[in-house]
């Protein structure tokens, strides 16, 4: 008696468990992209190289998190850079079948990219969609996380400066935890 009480409960158990498990080959590359990315969680340190050359973050020591958060649906980032009390904060999450990061940018604005596995699955390239808020002290316009290992992986940021002039500033990070 009991049994036929709890059957509905079991199948529905059984029915949700097979719905969340898909092998690799069943995700979509929005998936597999987002996945690759929760693999760099933790903190890195690393320093940061500009083009054209900001002589005032040139070379300085940067510390990146990358914390998963909201039951596996959103990676965190944040940056911070000697000499700041903070630095922006970047959201990375599946919206249906894109993958997308909104950047909380110190420029007042939150720029919004698209992102995209390359064929090797090391790189996650990001690609400006949208943006909310104002451009007049400019924005970030693109973004590249590569993964070299588990302990080292390197992000590119492009950030556009007023009249449409790009700043890229590249950082080789290291695992501390």
């Not at 079991?10 to 690759?36: E, I, N, P, Y």
């Not at 630095?87 to 990061?101: E, F, H, K, S, V």
Request: glycine share 8%; charged share 25%.
């Amino acid at each position: 008696m009991k049994f036929r009480r709890l059957m509905p409960l079991v199948v529905l158990l059984f029915l949700s468990t097979m719905a969340f498990a898909q092998t690799d080959g069943q995700k979509s590359d929005a998936q597999r992209s987002f996945d690759k990315l929760k693999t760099v969680a933790g903190s890195w340190e690393g320093r940061v190289t500009t083009f054209p050359q900001q002589s005032d973050i040139e070379g300085t020591l940067t510390h990146v998190s990358l914390r998963v958060t909201s039951m596996g649906n959103a990676l965190v980032h944040e940056m911070t850079g000697t000499g700041r009390p903070d630095d922006p904060i970047t959201m990375l999450y599946l919206d249906g079948d894109r993958l997308l990061l909104t950047h909380y940018c110190d420029a007042g604005n939150r720029p919004r990219m698209t992102g995209k596995m390359s064929p090797d699955g090391k790189t996650v390239e990001f690609d400006f969609l949208d943006l909310a808020g104002g451009t007049e002290y400019g924005h970030m316009h693109h973004a590249v996380f590569t993964v070299i290992d588990a302990n080292h992986h390197t992000e590119d940021w492009t950030y556009m400066m007023p009249g449409d002039k790009p700043v890229r500033a590249h950082f080789d990070l290291q695992r501390t935890k």
